[in-house]
């Protein structure tokens, strides 16, 4: 898997400290473990010792190099409620509070990233979606000159019968319903940003829709070309294309004859999907039907690194979020 390669090799060249959230998963202990072997990334596993060691002891996994947080006794434990207490007491959390939620393995977690003692974080083999989002925002916090948080897959085409073979990216998969034009402008910044990080191209982004180039007349054709317009607007250096037909967005023939003065010419490399209807039933067709390898959801637009997984999750799926995540926090 070239691509992967790649990433993974990026990863070691910068090898950072991740923390994982669920460290008493066995999935998670045998990501961590193989992470950590392979010069990846430093693991931080939070959870109970006993509980760890056992677990890896079960499976014939050596911890020596990787670093068990337990939050109840942990020395850091008075220092990050504080932290929390610092974010959070204009919402009304008292310092009792603080200390009570410091103690939850996700939070716990999460400020270590905000304490700078970690490089990113990871949950989500345990935790909801919706946990771990409102974990990383009510600590780790929104990017400046972001107003939200959005998410996206990096798809790599490697198989035999792929042409061309490429990593791209798709936006959004996992998060923003229905974004409205400046959303889906947003969205589509966050993610060249994230592309110039994962593909060694510079990113060329197709905002997706039913319509290419003027051909219909809908509100929801209209939401797209509004959002390529403020895009355009917002990162001038990139080339953007919209409202674009996926055919036109891939396939440098049907591009030339729908689309006139084309910036991408069917080379499109970032998709960016009208909605989330559309964003996640289109990287699992790609997945499923079209063999493409599915890494993510990967969220962006935060202050720093700190991803979901799925619940259904194996330990390869956290192998590469580790080394996702490791390279998200480079920057």
Not at 8 to 13: C, M, S
Not at 31 to 38: E, I, L, S
Not at 222 to 235: G, L, N, P
Not at 241 to 267: F, H, M, T, Y
Request: glycine share 6%; net charge negative.
């Amino acid at each position: 898997m070239q691509f992967l390669d790649s990433i993974l090799q990026k990863a070691r060249d910068h090898r950072q400290t991740i923390v994982l959230a669920e460290g008493e998963d066995p999935r998670v202990i045998a990501a961590a473990q193989r992470a950590q072997a392979d010069g990846i990334a430093n693991c931080v596993l939070i959870g109970k010792t006993d509980i760890i060691q056992q677990r890896a002891d079960e499976s014939g996994f050596c911890l020596t190099d990787i670093r068990i947080e337990e939050p109840s006794g942990s020395q850091y434990h008075q220092r990050y409620s504080h932290e929390l207490w610092q974010l959070r007491k204009h919402r009304g959390v008292t310092r009792k509070q603080a200390e009570t939620q410091a103690l939850d393995p996700l939070c716990f977690a999460d400020l270590m990233l905000h304490a700078n003692d970690a490089d990113g974080s990871i949950g989500g083999a345990v935790y909801t979606t919706g946990d771990r989002v409102r974990s990383a925002l009510k600590i780790v916090g929104v990017k400046p000159g972001y107003n939200s948080v959005s998410s996206f897959m990096l798809m790599l085409f490697e198989a035999a019968h792929h042409e061309p073979k490429q990593a791209m990216i798709f936006a959004d998969c996992g998060l923003q319903v229905d974004p409205d034009a400046a959303q889906l402008a947003e969205i589509a910044v966050a993610t060249a940003s994230s592309a110039r990080q994962f593909i060694d191209d510079e990113p060329r982004v197709a905002m997706l829709s039913f319509s290419t180039d003027g051909r219909a007349s809908h509100p929801l054709v209209q939401k797209v070309r509004e959002a390529t317009e403020q895009a355009r607007r917002m990162m001038p250096d990139v080339a953007v294309e919209g409202e674009v037909q996926l055919d036109a967005a891939i396939v440098p023939e049907i591009a030339a004859r729908k689309i006139s003065d084309s910036q991408i010419e069917g080379r499109a490399n970032v998709l960016i999907f009208p909605d989330l209807n559309a964003g996640n039933i289109g990287y699992k067709l790609a997945q499923r039907f079209g063999g493409a390898i599915a890494i993510g959801p990967i969220l962006q637009g935060l202050k720093r690194p700190a991803n979901d997984l799925s619940r259904g999750c194996n330990t390869d799926d956290v192998y590469n979020l580790i080394a996702l995540t490791a390279v998200q926090s480079r920057d």
